[in-house]
């Protein structure tokens, strides 16, 4: 063969996808992998990756930072895809343009944002395709809480529509956040994605162990759209929104699968979630009842103040409706029964890891945008912001033996690709180490591979990873930072030009 650009010599290559799971070199050329195999020809560039790790750099589902920051503290985390789904944008084409334009390290993509499309048509507010946009949107109930009329569910559907058209990754219901939006609504824009053959993203409505408007409520009504509308729906973050009732809401999606319904689901590693103070679920009389955990379970994030109670709440709520707050729905770390239920989640058979992660925020609550590394000493967000993809390695596959690195690598990897290949084509060649496929690559030392951040410090980058490339580009070499690099290249489907 001829020369490559760059060969990473002996590390324990693995490969998810064919099972491979041995010492090779790993070749590559103008940002493809070239060939897999024993001695290559060497190339003008090389890694010595012995007693390394060389592993498809993993795929995020769930990443809400897309920016310089977050960007750079999810590749020491091993990510190289990095991907907006929940939430999702709007409008679509725009936003493709401006993530072009502000040059990313990290591959990036985004589905249609139904609730953006919410927001314009029934409150006529312009905010941008954010978690912070969707917050302050929050100060006209209308999208939250209101069944569409006709005239608007047209609007509604007309636009994400256009967001489909325009390439987004399929189309984004954060329906948790906009829990008064009908079934005719929710029916028809999954009759949409079917008929587009892209998935659907879902933060299932309700947050509750008890009924009505529990979560098994609203998974049931997730599996009921995935059969009477052929839509793939993918589960977000089954940990947080499955609360104490995770075992059951796993019984009910398995027996769903096993008939032959497309539904995915995700997980983060963590007993703890973030989102904005406003979310709807807060707001509930019965909160306390229906979440199995007081008012203290919810915690300011700019002040680091636990909520006292539901007064407490409504204060913070009118004050800044676009503030962070943590949510410690899970107590994993002095009750072994939460740890179970979290297990569940996360261990769930053809399940993704997935991160959730959020904005880097100053202690003012804006969001941090800039450049300067390491992050500002004020930034916060969440340490599944930093650390999903060392922690999930570390605990479930180093520490406590759960699976097989090799099925722990599938989780980070393969799976997530699998979910968005069938209408993104793009994403056979990722989560992959085979040639032809892109040089999307972590090399880590799993033997010290670790988390760092915490809820007292968010900011700190994981340990381990050695060197990742993205597109066969060097964004970290060893352990360090390559400031100016930019490779990130747009994930998208097909679309007029
Ligand atoms: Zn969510």
Redesign the pocket.
Known sequence: MSKCDLIIRRGRVLDPETDFDDVADVAIRNGTIVAVGDNLDAGADSIDAQGLVVSPGFIDLHAHGQSTPADRMQAFDGVTTTLEL?LGVLPVGRWYAEQQHSKRILNYGASVGWVFGRIATMTMQQVDSSIDGMGRATRDRRWVDNVASPAELDEIVERVRVGLEEGGLGIGF?N?YAPGAGMKELSQLCELAARFGTPTFT?IAYLSNVDPRSSIDAYTRLIGLAGSTGAHMHI??FNSTSLHDVERAAKLVSTAQAQGLKITVEAYPYGTGS?VVSAEFFSDPDFPARMGSDYESIELLADRRRLRNRADLMEAQSKDPGALVLLHFLDVAVNPRHRDLLDISVTYPGGAIAS?AMPWTHANGTTYFGDEWPLPGDATSHPRSSGTFSKFLREWVRERRVMSLLEGIRKCTLIPAQILEPSTPQMRNKGRVQAGCDADLVVFDFGSLTDRADFQNMNLPSLGVKHLLVNGERVISDGELALAARPGRPVRRKYAQ
């Open positions: 929940e954060p948790g933060h977000c973050h989102t959730d």
